[in-house]
């Protein structure tokens, strides 16, 4: 049974009705139509995982406040909806997600993603083996030859640059709330996600990388070989190694809340 792991660890570590295993952050900004498909796609991957939903809208200017009501409306109980008045960026979102969490665990959903049991069951048959889970790709689905090599290259210079050395650091990851909560983030852009695992890396978390699969995209196309992505990506990347090596390893993390 895809969910057996999970529900034995649930049933072991997790007999209080009202204690969490999950938070799923839900970053959206302009996403009210892609919405309803990835929090009904979450609905069928945890139907019985005490978790919860909570969709950060990031100031949208179309109707994703008033779809992600509706929707908790109809998941009550698993969805909590939080907005900024103003568009804040991508990492101001994952700190109202992470501040917000009340799950013991916490992983991030991208609006425009359909998570299935499919994406999920690697993660649940070890969660609790280590404080976070790193989502490794076993292919790039839809990446053309340029993407598969900027998907090769980027792991090596973070491990140059910062001694991490993952087979994958932008791929789904799951969190110990206790050690998340505690990271500051600076970066707004892709290199968030190494800026998160490298503090955590200094605050002592222990990792296992997870074999995973990623499913193609349905609609659109990764931005991942656009030039400005790309330079963009690389400004902010040199710009987290640079302020590492300025401040102290003790500035990277922020005890307590």
Same mark, same amino acid.
């Given at each position: 049974m895809l969910f057996a792991k999970l529900t034995e660890f649930n049933m072991s570590q997790h007999n209080q009705d009202t204690e969490l295993l999950l938070s799923i952050v839900v970053p959206a900004f302009n996403e009210a139509e892609n919405l309803p498909a990835c929090l009904a796609a979450l609905r069928e991957t945890?139907?019985?995982?005490?978790?919860?939903?909570?969709? *950060?809208?990031?100031?949208?200017?179309?109707?994703?406040?008033?779809?992600?009501?509706? =929707?908790?409306a109809d998941w009550p109980g698993r969805v909590r909806v939080h907005a900024h008045e103003n568009n804040q960026g991508l990492?101001?979102?994952?700190?109202?997600?992470?501040? =917000?969490?009340?799950?013991?665990?916490?992983?991030?959903?991208?609006?425009?993603?359909?998570?299935?049991p499919i994406d999920w069951q690697p993660f649940s048959e070890r969660l609790g083996h280590a404080d976070v889970l790193v989502g490794c790709r076993r292919q790039r689905a839809g990446y053309n030859p340029l993407m598969r090599f900027n998907a090769w290259l980027y792991p090596q210079i973070v491990a140059r640059m910062f001694a991490l050395r993952l087979r994958?650091?932008?791929?789904?990851?799951?969190?110990?709330?206790?050690? *998340?909560?505690?990271?500051a983030i600076t970066q707004k852009g892709i290199?968030? =996600?190494?800026? *998160?695992?490298?503090?955590?890396?200094?605050?002592?978390?222990?990792?296992?990388? *997870?074999?995973?699969?990623?499913q193609p995209r349905r609609h659109g196309v990764p931005s991942a070989a656009r030039p400005r992505v790309m330079w963009r990506t690389l400004k902010g990347l040199l710009?987290?190694?640079?302020?590492?090596?300025?401040?102290p390893v003790l500035s990277h993390a922020r005890i307590g809340r």
């Amino acid at each position: 049974m895809l969910f057996a792991k999970l529900t034995e660890f649930n049933m072991s570590q997790h007999n209080q009705d009202t204690e969490l295993l999950l938070s799923i952050v839900v970053p959206a900004f302009n996403e009210a139509e892609n919405l309803p498909a990835c929090l009904a796609a979450l609905r069928e991957t945890f139907p019985g995982t005490p978790c919860e939903v909570l969709v *950060i809208d990031d100031g949208s200017a179309d109707a994703t406040r008033a779809v992600a009501q509706r =929707l908790a409306a109809d998941w009550p109980g698993r969805v909590r909806v939080h907005a900024h008045e103003n568009n804040q960026g991508l990492g101001a979102v994952l700190k109202t997600g992470f501040q =917000l969490a009340r799950g013991r665990y916490v992983t991030v959903c991208p609006a425009d993603f359909e998570m299935t049991p499919i994406d999920w069951q690697p993660f649940s048959e070890r969660l609790g083996h280590a404080d976070v889970l790193v989502g490794c790709r076993r292919q790039r689905a839809g990446y053309n030859p340029l993407m598969r090599f900027n998907a090769w290259l980027y792991p090596q210079i973070v491990a140059r640059m910062f001694a991490l050395r993952l087979r994958d650091v932008n791929w789904i990851c799951v969190y110990r709330r206790s050690l *998340i909560e505690r990271v500051a983030i600076t970066q707004k852009g892709i290199p968030m =996600l190494t800026e *998160i695992l490298v503090k955590l890396r200094d605050l002592g978390a222990t990792f296992l990388e *997870i074999e995973c699969q990623m499913q193609p995209r349905r609609h659109g196309v990764p931005s991942a070989a656009r030039p400005r992505v790309m330079w963009r990506t690389l400004k902010g990347l040199l710009g987290l190694w640079w302020a590492y090596r300025l401040l102290p390893v003790l500035s990277h993390a922020r005890i307590g809340r």
